[in-house]
């Protein structure tokens, strides 16, 4: 099994910035593809952003597309989702996911993934 523990939530004024990072274990944990989400009070859980197990492809929502930025540092297992130019709408919870087989065709979908953290908060203030 594979160990998500995201972190780099909290309360930023709109405008601002935070890095959220999401830090994996487990068995051939760089060998996942890993998904980040979001999942504002009401709302169903959207794709934000994704990054293959080797880094070279990462996609985003069009929503966030650039102002959110993923990378992943293979030797520490940790994959970063810096986000800039925050907005009100991205206040939401924010969640990494991991699957060992990633198809473009379905990475957007939540139900693609085998493996989810706990979920870091991140609130943007008008």
């Known amino acids: 099994q594979v160990q998500l523990v995201e972190s780099g939530g909290g309360l930023v004024q709109a405008g601002g910035s935070l890095r959220l990072s999401c830090v994996a274990s487990g068995r051939a944990a760089s060998n996942y593809a890993v998904g980040w989400f979001r999942q504002a009070q009401g709302d169903e859980r959207e794709f934000v952003s994704s990054?293959?197990?080797?880094?070279?492809?990462?996609y985003y929502a069009d929503s966030v597309r650039g102002r959110f930025t993923i990378s992943r540092d293979i030797a520490s297992n940790t994959v970063y989702l810096q986000m800039s130019s925050l907005r009100p709408e991205d206040t939401a919870v924010y969640y990494c996911a991991a699957v060992r087989l990633w198809t473009t065709a379905t990475m957007r979908q939540p139900s693609t993934y085998d493996y989810w953290g706990q979920g870091t908060r991140v609130t943007v203030s008008s």
């Open positions: 990054i293959n197990y080797s880094g070279l492809s990462q």
